[in-house]
């Protein structure tokens, strides 16, 4: 008799619905863009219950905005947003064709998730503190970096602001509070309750918002931010970017449940889940949950809705583990596309723009590339000094790293 026919003892491994060779299926979506009202700013977490189960969307299939959760943005404000999701969308195309030729050596795109820190972070006050993850890189844009800036990160030259010692892609950004993205997923959760928690203790006007990855929310760091938050009402947004997928591992494997807004009720924080390719939506949002935080009443939980289209990284060939096409089939759409027909339905933009629009950032990103590359590239260099192992971490450097330093020095060629 096997184990299963014994009893029901065998452990539940989830698979992932759909592997390469299938038909990917997604539910059509039920909810509108009327479907969910703006909760009172000081609500009781239990009546954002609905909204946490539900989906918050303002742009509906048509590219029309309505609802109550509309931000009635001017024209500008939505074209600032859109030139933003397109600026990073070819730098990341041009990134990636750069490590494809050898010209970096690691890269990481938000391929179908340019939205999200771009809106977010367009609903921030500038003292507000950004606490990313590797598919964030689009909040430097709103921030005003350079992007010649972030390909001398990414190539490591001397040019790089953090000397080489990060992966290229783990961006940091101190004059836009945007701060160093760290390999080990998941440990930013936790650090950005801890700063937002300072700044209400401080007295001051700041908010932080902090994202985390659908697996990465699998991890104690996940629970450890929700219920810090939750009992000392720090003054943080706390997203969950459901994307479906950690590299290879479908969100199955990451809950059991198929809903991840709703982990914050039982924390007694207002949840959202909000469509993560809805530019008005997320914005919509986040100024709520800015909001909230910003008179005293603690966190807001978001889950953002979308879909990692792209490769998790260079390193990574999605097609061995899902259908090439899956992206087609998510109801959510794509959301540079979305934002661009809700701009011609509404206002003066059409295509010829766009197209315009597209070819102007190219050449800015090409000459941002030449730009960057007279500081040093990747195969000749110059790079920063090896010394910047031992600089910059101790005030005094200990007596064991110094011995280090000194006989790196005996072979050093630099
Ligand atoms: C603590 C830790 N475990 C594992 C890894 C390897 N790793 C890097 S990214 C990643 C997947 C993260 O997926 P998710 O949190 O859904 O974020 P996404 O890449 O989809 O944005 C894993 C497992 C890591 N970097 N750090
Ligand atoms: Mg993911």
């Known amino acids: 008799m096997s184990s299963e026919e014994e ?15 299938d038909n990917p299926v997604f539910d059509k979506w039920k909810w509108s863009p009327d479907d969910l009202k703006k909760p009172p700013i000081d609500c009781e977490s239990e009546e954002t219950s609905a909204h946490s189960r539900g989906l918050v969307r303002v742009i509906d299939d048509e590219g029309m905005a309505y609802g109550d959760w509309d931000p009635n943005l001017e024209y500008k404000e939505i074209l600032q947003g859109l030139k933003h999701m397109v600026r990073l969308r070819i730098f990341d195309d041009r990134m990636m064709k750069m490590q494809r030729t050898g010209k970096l050596s690691f890269y990481m795109q938000s391929l179908g998730e340019e939205c999200i820190a771009i809106a977010q972070t367009m609903a921030l006050e500038e003292q507000d503190w950004i606490f990313p993850t590797y598919r964030q890189p689009g909040a430097q844009f709103v921030r005003g970096r350079s992007m010649v800036s972030m390909i001398c990160h990414c190539i490591g030259n001397v040019e790089d602001n953090v000397k080489g010692r990060q992966m290229p892609v783990h961006y940091t950004y101190k004059k836009g509070r945007f701060i160093s993205i760290s390999s080990p997923v998941g440990t930013q959760f936790s650090q950005a309750v801890g700063v937002a928690l300072a700044s209400k203790y401080k007295q001051l006007n700041e908010v932080t918002i902090t994202w985390i990855g659908d697996g990465a929310s699998a991890e104690g760091d996940y629970h450890y931010g929700l219920n810090f938050a939750s009992v000392y009402k720090a003054p943080v947004i706390l997203n969950v970017v459901n994307n479906h997928w950690a590299i290879s591992t479908h969100y199955n494997m990451a809950s059991g449940s198929t809903n991840f807004a709703s982990r914050g009720l039982a924390y007694e924080i207002p949840c959202f889940r909000v469509d993560g390719n809805d530019f008005l939506a997320l914005y919509s949002v986040t100024k709520w949950a800015r909001e909230r935080a910003k008179i005293g009443l603690g966190a807001t939980h978001i889950e953002i809705l979308t879909y990692r289209t792209g490769a998790h990284s ?11 096409n899956e992206h087609e089939f998510w109801p959510g759409g794509d959301p540079i596309e979305r934002l661009k027909i809700h701009l011609i339905k509404n206002y003066d933009w059409t ?11 190219d050449a800015e990103v090409i000459l941002a590339y030449k730009e960057a590359v007279k500081h040093g590239d990747l195969a000749n260099g110059p790079y920063p000094s090896s010394d910047t192992i031992f600089t910059e971490v101790y005030e005094n450097v200990p007596w064991h790293l110094q011995e280090q330093w000194d006989e790196m020095n005996k072979w050093k060629v630099d």
């Open 351 to 361: 295509d010829e723009k766009h197209l315009q629009l597209e070819n102007e950032i």
């Open 7 to 21: 009893g029901n003892i065998t452990i539940h491994v989830p698979d992932a619905p759909f592997r390469p060779g």
């Open 314 to 324: 260079s390193s990574d060939d999605p097609s061995r583990y899902r259908p090439s």
